[in-house]
C-alpha cells in the first residue's frame, strides 16, 4: 500500500510494525522474505507495549489520525477497507464502526440497552457449553492427520476465535459476540 500510494499520501501516512518475534534478527529476516521495506519496523522485545495498548491479538491495528488520537483499534479484519481508512484520515476525517474512538453509545429504549448488530444475549451455561465443544473442535484438529499435512508448507495456517462480551449494568445482562479470524496463505 505505500509503494503504491506514497504520491498521494505523501507523509501523511506512516505504517509501523512493532513485531511480537523472539529476535530483532527474525524481524529482519521476516521483512527482507515478504519485502516489507516501506513499513518502519520495531521490535517489541521486553517492552510492554502490547499490555500498555491491551493487544490481545495478532494481528492487531491502530489506526492513529491526524491529532495523534487512536482512531481504530483492534484486528484488521474489523475494517472493510483500511486503505480507505488510511485515505480518509490523511483527509483529517474521523472513523466510524466497531473498534473506533468515535463510536457512538448504543440508544437506550425504554430503560434498556439495544443489543448492537452482531451480538447476542449470553446465559452462562450455554456458553461453557459452546467453549467446551470448541476446545475439543479445535483438540481434534491438532490430531488430523489429513489437515496437518493440508498446513506443512503454509507461511501461515491458523484460527483465533475471538469471543467479545460486555456488561449492561442497567439490564444486568451480558451480551457477547464470536469473531472467527483464519488465516490460510501459502502453496
Not at 513485531?19 to 510492554?48: F, L
Not at 490523511?90 to 452482531?118: F, M
Amino acid at each position: 500500500m505505500l509503494d503504491k500510494r506514497a504520491s498521494d499520501w505523501g507523509s501523511k501516512v506512516r505504517i509501523i510494525g512493532i513485531s511480537i518475534d523472539q529476535t530483532k534478527e527474525s524481524v529482519v529476516t521476516h521483512c527482507e522474505e515478504k519485502k516489507w521495506m516501506s513499513i518502519e519496523h520495531y521490535h517489541r522485545g521486553e517492552s510492554d507495549c502490547s499490555k500498555v495498548y491491551s493487544v490481545n491479538g495478532v494481528p492487531h491495528v491502530m489506526l492513529i489520525d491526524m491529532q495523534g488520537n487512536i482512531a481504530f483499534k483492534g484486528h484488521p479484519a474489523n475494517r472493510e477497507d483500511l486503505e480507505k481508512d488510511l485515505d480518509a484520515l490523511s483527509r483529517g476525517e474521523t472513523l466510524t464502526g466497531e473498534g473506533c474512538g468515535s463510536k457512538k453509545e448504543e440508544p437506550v429504549q425504554d430503560g434498556a440497552a439495544e443489543i448492537p448488530k452482531g451480538y447476542k444475549e449470553l446465559d452462562s451455561a450455554v456458553l461453557s457449553s459452546e467453549i467446551t465443544t470448541l476446545n475439543t473442535v479445535f483438540e481434534d484438529f491438532t490430531k488430523d492427520e489429513e489437515m496437518i499435512k493440508l498446513t506443512e508448507e503454509m507461511d501461515r495456517a491458523f484460527c483465533v476465535l475471538v469471543l467479545q462480551m460486555k456488561y449492561s449494568p442497567k439490564t444486568g445482562n451480558y451480551i457477547g459476540k464470536y469473531d472467527n479470524y483464519r488465516v490460510l496463505s501459502g502453496p
